[in-house]
């Protein structure tokens, strides 16, 4: 699956109307794992608003709606199971707003940190000051 997201948003880029995936599901998984394997798909689809056809070696197969939802699946271990449904190719997919300002963000954070880095070696640096008791006349 498309567990890395940087593949999906070089796809979508590109104009990808949907995104079919071979996916090699680790055969000794449990039937949790499979389950959590799964549900990237349904995510991926409605983070990117395109179909995912998703074909698993040893786990769920599914085609996913760009809404999410699963319109048809094939189960684990599903030997000889077949999958079918209509892959709706409407429009591109497009690029989630937190992907785009994603990059700015890091770069304000790592300008906040070097700020404070400095602030904190200048105090390291500045001679202490001391302070004489007050003189009280009498």
């Known amino acids: 699956m498309i567990d890395v997201a ?7 880029r590109l104009g990808a109307q949907a995104i079919i995936v071979p ?5 000794d998984w449990g039937r949790h ?5 799964a549900l990237v798909a349904p995510v991926r689809a409605v983070e990117y608003g395109i179909p995912i056809f998703r074909v698993a070696s040893s786990g769920i197969s599914q085609l996913v709606d760009a809404r999410g939802r699963t319109v048809a699946s094939a189960p684990m271990p599903g030997d000889g199971a ?8 409407k429009a591109s997919g ?9 990059p700015a963000s890091v770069g304000v954070t790592g300008l906040v940190i070097g ?11 500045r001679p202490a000051t001391v302070v004489s008791p007050a003189v009280n006349p009498v």
Do not use: Y
Request: net charge positive; charged share 20%; glycine share 2%.
């Open 94 to 102: 497009s690029l989630p707003w937190d992907r785009t300002i994603a």
């Open 6 to 12: 940087r593949n999906a948003r070089k796809l979508v």
């Open 33 to 37: 794992q499979h389950e959590m394997h």
């Open 115 to 125: 700020w404070l880095c400095l602030v904190s070696m200048q105090n390291k640096l």
């Open 23 to 27: 996916t090699m599901d680790v055969v």
């Open 82 to 89: 077949m999958l079918a449904g209509a892959l709706d190719l």
